[in-house]
């Protein structure tokens, strides 16, 4: 394994599980102490990673509060949501995960004729006031942050649910790395809500790719589909089209979409 394979995979556990000793590293990657010590530095350098005595933690990522993630990009956000909201059939059962973009989905859904579940404090008191859909809140632990639910009492709401579609939103977009929020918490949840539904759907705005903003979820190749503005880089076009993931992009300026799918019809009934 070259040297720069070796730093991804060890960046991508530290994403992960936020921290790595040296000992195991070398058991890993079956290399010697001095070579993980020398990754471990040049990751230093690259301001990657933070070294600790025996190993290395991740690198502490400033969480920027619900609130004011809310009015960023939100151009974007509307105008992706608005595309989003197109793949929801009347009577599906739909998961609509935390996140600011996903509370902007939650605005323009139809206003009945669904079951809704959500981990988000936000979207349950917006479909709550604004709409006759059946509202279904999971409960779990409040994680201020990001104004929602997380833990073993969250994912357990999804248990008996038959859930066709679930829209989620995440803080960072890598090919080698995945996809990462700023929560092991949030993270575990997204993995659980993947695992649940019958179809996944990211929703996202451009500002997200080449980002790792904490522990990953799960490879980007783990969803069904992709709905972005049309600024997303080529790599990641052309890594949807090699991995079966429907793609689906949205002029910012004209709303006008400009769909890149496979050639099977999308079906999410």
Do not use: W
């Amino acid at each position: 394994m070259l040297a720069e394979e070796r730093r991804r995979h060890i960046l991508g556990h530290l994403n992960r599980f936020g921290t790595a000793k040296v000992a195991d590293l070398v058991e890993q990657f079956g290399v010697s102490e001095m070579t993980v010590d020398r990754d471990l530095n040049q990751m230093v350098q690259e301001g990657l990673i933070e070294k600790v005595h025996g190993g290395a933690v991740a690198k502490h990522v400033a969480e920027i509060p619900y609130r004011e993630r809310f009015v960023q990009h939100q151009a974007e956000k509307q105008t992706v949501t608005q595309r989003a909201v197109q793949l929801v059939k009347e009577g599906q059962t739909i998961f609509l995960s935390a996140g600011t973009t996903i509370t902007e989905l939650a605005r323009v859904l139809p206003k009945n004729g669904l079951k809704i579940i959500t981990n988000s404090l936000p979207i349950a008191q917006e479909l709550t006031l604004s709409s006759e859909n059946d509202i279904m809140l999971t409960g779990g632990t409040v994680r201020r942050y990001a104004e929602a639910l997380v833990g073993p009492g969250a994912k357990s709401a999804l248990e008996n649910e038959y859930v066709h579609l679930a829209f989620i939103s995440v803080t960072g977009i890598d090919l080698e790395q995945g996809m990462s929020v700023y929560s092991e918490s949030e993270a575990d949840m997204l993995r659980h809500i993947i695992k649940a539904a019958r179809k996944t759907v990211l929703v996202t705005d451009s500002s997200k790719y080449g980002q790792v903003m904490g522990p990953v979820v799960f490879p980007l190749d783990s969803i069904h589909v992709l709905i972005s503005d049309d600024k997303i880089p080529k790599s990641y076009q052309s890594y949807c089209q090699e991995n079966d993931i429907d793609l689906i992009t949205v002029s910012v300026k004209t709303t006008s979409n400009n769909k890149t799918q496979n050639k099977k019809e999308l079906a999410y009934a």
